[in-house]
């Protein structure tokens, strides 16, 4: 193979870059595309308000439910907590809960 031990170790080592790893590097070079460096535009207020009108009323409608929920007015179809797992460590963080619960799934 015309490899001494030496080579052999200085391509493991990566000081010596094998020529397979020079040809990577040669023709395949990373570059940024013409829009790379520009950032991105803002966007319109009507986007900016329906989005955050929509986070309003999805964390609201999340509370309501929360509190129905707690209250046993209504069910959900998710799988419940088992009993061996109540020593687990809780969300304490209402808000954190009710966006795990009822939001994020």
């Known amino acids: 193979m015309g490899h001494t031990k030496e ?13 397979k790893k020079e040809f990577i590097q040669e023709n395949f070079k990373w570059h940024r595309g013409e829009y790379g460096d520009a950032g991105l535009e803002d966007c319109s207020w009507i986007t900016a308000f329906l989005v955050r009108f929509q986070f309003t009323v999805l964390t609201l409608l999340a509370s309501v439910a929360d ?13 419940q907590e088992l009993k061996s797992q109540r020593s687990f460590a809780s969300l304490d963080n209402h808000f954190e809960a009710m966006f795990v619960n009822n939001i994020y799934r």
């Open 7 to 19: 080579s052999e170790r200085r391509l493991i080592e990566g000081i010596e870059p094998s020529p």
């Open 67 to 79: 509190l129905l929920r707690n209250r046993g007015w209504i069910h959900t179809g998710a799988q």
